[in-house]
């Protein structure tokens, strides 16, 4: 109900609102309020117990080098191709 209110301009919902439907939605806050045409999230939230392993994927880059990260991501985007196929 509340979401029709918004839909139908009655009510705006609130900042933390916005970004809860970003969220759930994929998107950014950005998106959804117009500043950008880019539908991408701006950021992403990684929670121990919803998905350690990531988890400790994103903790051990923390302090890596652009040089090591960069060929993590496309050591990562072959396997993502290989299991695709």
Do not use: H, N, W
Request: negative net charge.
């Amino acid at each position: 109900m509340g979401y029709l209110r918004y839909e139908s301009a009655e009510r705006t919902p609130s900042y933390q609102t916005i970004v809860f439907m970003a969220q759930k939605l994929g998107s950014s806050p950005e998106y959804l309020t117009g500043q950008t045409d880019d539908p991408a999230p701006q950021a992403y939230q990684i929670f121990r117990d919803a998905d350690p392993v990531l988890f400790e994927i994103i903790k051990e880059l923390k302090g890596a080098d652009e040089k090591s990260k960069e060929r993590l991501l496309k050591y990562c985007r072959e396997l993502m191709r290989d299991t695709e196929a």
